[in-house]
Structure formats: C-alpha cells, structure tokens
C-alpha cells in the first residue's frame, strides 16, 4: 500500500502519484503528503534508521537526501533513484560572522557545496528520481540559473533528454555554462523568469514533457531535506530560527513542511521560527507579509545583484504564506546595498557565498538590530549556492569604489621592493 498521495493544497482533492500532473483541477497547487501515522508504525525507529546510513559511501545511503528517504518519497523503488550524492554540506560557524550579525550562535548551512554548487540538487534528486520511474522522456524547467544547471546534470545522469527555459543574459556567465555542458536543450528566451515560468507551464501542461520547476511537489519533497539535515547535524535540536532567501518560494514551502512532519512524527520537540529574506527589487511575499498577508502580491521584478531571486511572481506563493503563519515565521527584505557587504563579510570569513544567500545574512542582521532576533538565539542562516557561481558579481564589488569590505587586487611591478612595499614590509 503506498504511503503518500498526491492532494491540492486548497480544496484538498487527491490524486494518483503516478499522474504527471502539477495542478489541481482547480487550479491551485498540489502537495505530496504522506500518512504520517502509517509511516510511523513502518518504520518506528527512524532516527536508528538514519544514523546507521551515516558512514555509507554508496549511493544513495551517502546521500544527505536519500539517507532520510523514508521521509522523503517513501513509495519510490530503490532503483529509480538518481543521486550524485548530494547533500551533507556543512554547518559554518565562524565568529567574525557571528560579530558581523551581532549573535552569539550562527551556523551558515552551505548548501553551495552540493554537486552542482546550489541547494536545487536536493529537490533535483528526487524530481528527475520520480521522473525516472515515471518514465518521463523529456524534462524540462524556467530558471534563472541554479534549477537549470541541477536539472541538467541529473537528467545527464538518467540518459533523460531535457530543455531548460531561461531569461536572456539575465543568469550569470557561469550558471549559463553549467546546462550548456551537461548537455541540455538551453533556450535563452527573451523576458524576465516569470515569461519562461508562464511558458513553460503551457510547455508541460499535457504532460508529455516532465515539469521540474519547484512546482513539482516532487522536488519539494527533495529539498525538505536541507532542514532535517541541519536539525540532525545539531543533535536532532530544532534551532530558535531558519532565515532563508526567497525567490519562487519552494525552498521555504519545503523546509516548512519537513520541519512539520519531523514534530509531527516526533523527531523533534518544537518547531523553529523561519524568516524569509527577499530583495528590495522582487518583494512579492514580504509586501504581501506587511498587509497581513491579506491579498497575493505580485510585482515586475527589477535588475538585482540577487539575480536568481529576481522573480515577481511567485509559484509557490501559497505555500510559503502558510508556512510563515504556521511557524511563527517572519519576512523582511534588504537592499542590494546590504546584500553586497553581507556577502563580502561572509566570504572573507572563509565562507564563499552567492548574493541570494547574503540576503538572508543581510536579513538576519537586519532582523537582529531590529530585535525580533535576540542576540542569544541559535540561528541557521540557508546559504542558498556557491560563491563561485557569480564571480563577477564578488569582482564588481571587491573593484569597486564603495564597499566596505573591499579588497582589490594589486598589479605591481616584478620586483621584491615592489611587493616588500605593497605588503607594508
Ligand atoms: N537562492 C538561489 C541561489 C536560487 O537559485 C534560488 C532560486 C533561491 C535562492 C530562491 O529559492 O525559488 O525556492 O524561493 N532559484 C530558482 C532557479 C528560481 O530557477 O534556479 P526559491
């Protein structure tokens, strides 16, 4: 008997998982939600289960997603899965961060250090895993740059073909190589993300091609994964506070469901708060926050540093709303301004973020001075994708006049007196 049903999030109706369907006939989004009582008493000891993954070195064992699989999509056949691995990033803590943010205990949770350097090969993982035992032929995604690269990876990985719908030169040069090299389709389309979003829909609607944007609950279920690892990693300790980017708003619908289902199912003693960060030039959720959330906002995204949350349009909207109201949650917004100095402060710290995830440091700050976060509560900070993958962006910043953390590089002459000099030796 199969443990999880595919369900609309508003009028509740259920579906065949095996269906590839991404909306309810009423239009609203669909989750996959598991019996968690049924789950329980499959598997009583899940915690044993986990740890006793933990020094695996093969697949999917070694992977930070598949090692709580039971969790995750527990009706997949072991040989549908599609895993690198992924996952198993670390908790930072570094005290200049924690100066920099005015708390005695913060922990970055890099998920820049996965395969393809973002926190989408969790939720990759197990949406090309479904696709796969679905037998989908072609998959295919909008993205401004990190969806796309996972989904191109792990598609070459399956020998399945896919197509990625992006905005043109609005990813980095690097997030644009990634597809390029994997192998995919790669459509550069000339509109924001929400133009290759809308088209994207149409593309799949009938189901011949495999949707795996975030609206897929499938690949939800794959991201869940960043919240139960970190909680794990501390000891099965929910933190006081998550503060997570917010662009599509899937990330934060996942670690809000997971959180849930880990109190419900007993494996943590409370929930955490969550604040979600988004930027000035795309703040849907925080302007809708502000009214009490008392309609859905959308916005026409403006030119941001945090290129891949420049989303006006958010898929999973209702989802995140739910998740901020159940878990006490808070969203606040930053400027690029403070993303920049944010980013600075933690990369020099040793810690190589992209400027999506300093908006969330910038926000955690910002939430800090303002009190909401007290100086003597745990905070994870997501660090939604590597540094690395936005390198002109850190070049802009370290060259040019302004910032407060610069550090420019010096071309000088061949010469010992020279670097003596420049050295201050
Ligand atoms: N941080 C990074 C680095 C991202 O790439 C994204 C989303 C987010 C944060 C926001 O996560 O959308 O779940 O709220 N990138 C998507 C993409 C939209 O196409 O790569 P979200």
Same mark, same amino acid.
């Given at each position: 008997?199969?443990i ?6 508003a009028?509740k109706?259920?579906y065949?998982p ?14 996959v939600e598991h019996d968690?009582e049924q789950?329980?008493?499959a598997y ?6 986990f740890e ?9 064992d070694?992977?930070?997603v ?6 995750i999509?527990?009706?997949l ?18 005290a ?6 005015g708390?005695?205990e ?5 998920e820049g250090e ?22 989908a ?7 401004t740059?990190?969806?796309s690269a996972?989904m191109?990876?792990y ?7 896919a197509?990625v719908l992006l905005?043109?030169?609005? =990813? &980095?040069?690097e997030?644009?190589?990634?597809p390029?090299c994997y192998?995919?389709? #790669?459509?550069?389309?000339? *509109? !924001?993300? %929400? ?5 994207v ?18 690949r ?5 994964a960043?919240?139960?690892e ?12 998550f503060v997570?980017?917010v ?12 959180l ?6 007993g494996l ?16 849907p959720l925080y302007?809708s926050?502000?009214e009490g959330?008392?309609?859905r ?6 030119p941001?540093?945090a ?7 958010? =898929? &999973? ?5 739910a ?6 949650? #808070?969203?606040?917004?930053? *400027? !690029?301004? %403070?993303?920049l100095?944010?980013m600075a402060?933690v990369d020099?710290?040793?810690v190589?973020?992209?400027?999506n995830?300093?908006?969330?440091v910038a926000?955690a700050?910002r939430?800090r001075?303002?009190?909401t976060?007290?100086?003597?509560e ?5 660090a939604?994708a ?10 802009d ?5 302004t910032?407060?953390?610069?550090n420019?590089?010096?071309t000088l002459a061949?010469t010992?007196e020279?670097v ?6």
């Amino acid at each position: 008997m199969s443990i999880s049903r595919l369900q609309c999030i508003a009028c509740k109706k259920t579906y065949d998982p095996r269906q590839a369907r991404f909306r309810c006939d009423c239009g609203d989004l669909l989750a996959v939600e598991h019996d968690l009582e049924q789950l329980a008493a499959a598997y009583p000891d899940l915690r044993a289960t986990f740890e006793g993954r933990l020094g695996s070195l093969a697949t999917p064992d070694a992977s930070g997603v598949w090692r709580y699989r039971e969790l995750i999509l527990p009706d997949l056949p072991a040989e549908a899965i599609v895993s690198l691995p992924e996952g198993n990033t670390p908790l930072y803590r570094r005290a200049a961060v924690q100066r920099f943010l005015g708390l005695d205990e913060v922990y970055i949770k890099h998920e820049g250090e996965n395969p393809t350097l973002s926190f989408k090969d969790r939720g990759m993982t197990a949406g090309v895993s479904w696709a796969n035992h679905l037998g989908a032929r072609i998959v295919a995604c909008a993205s401004t740059g990190d969806t796309s690269a996972a989904m191109a990876c792990y598609a070459a990985a399956a020998e399945i073909p896919a197509a990625v719908l992006l905005p043109h030169e609005k =990813v &980095s040069l690097e997030q644009l190589a990634q597809p390029i090299c994997y192998g995919a389709r #790669v459509l550069a389309l000339e *509109t !924001d993300f %929400d133009g290759c979003m809308r088209v994207v829909k149409e593309l799949t609607a009938d189901g011949g091609v495999y949707l795996l944007n975030s609206m897929n609950p499938f690949r939800i279920e794959g991201q869940k994964a960043i919240g139960v690892e970190a909680v794990h990693q501390l000891g099965w300790q929910a933190p006081d506070w998550f503060v997570i980017p917010v662009g599509n708003a899937g990330n934060i619908s996942a670690l809000g469901k997971g959180l849930s289902e880990l109190r419900q199912l007993g494996l943590i003693d409370r929930l955490p708060r969550v604040a979600g960060v988004q930027v000035t030039a795309a703040d849907p959720l925080y302007r809708s926050y502000t009214e009490g959330f008392a309609r859905r906002i959308s916005v026409t995204a403006r030119p941001t540093v945090a290129s891949a949350i420049r989303i006006g349009d958010p =898929v &999973s909207f209702d989802k995140a709303r739910a998740v901020v109201q159940k878990l006490g949650g #808070v969203v606040t917004e930053c *400027t !690029d301004a %403070d993303a920049l100095e944010a980013m600075a402060a933690v990369d020099a710290a040793g810690v190589h973020v992209c400027p999506n995830s300093a908006v969330a440091v910038a926000g955690a700050r910002r939430l800090r001075a303002e009190g909401t976060i007290k100086p003597d509560e745990r905070v994870v900070i997501i660090a939604t994708a590597h540094g690395g993958k936005f390198s002109h962006t850190s070049l802009d910043y370290h060259t040019g006049e302004t910032g407060e953390h610069r550090n420019p590089p010096v071309t000088l002459a061949p010469t010992l007196e020279a670097v003596r000099a420049a050295l201050g030796l």
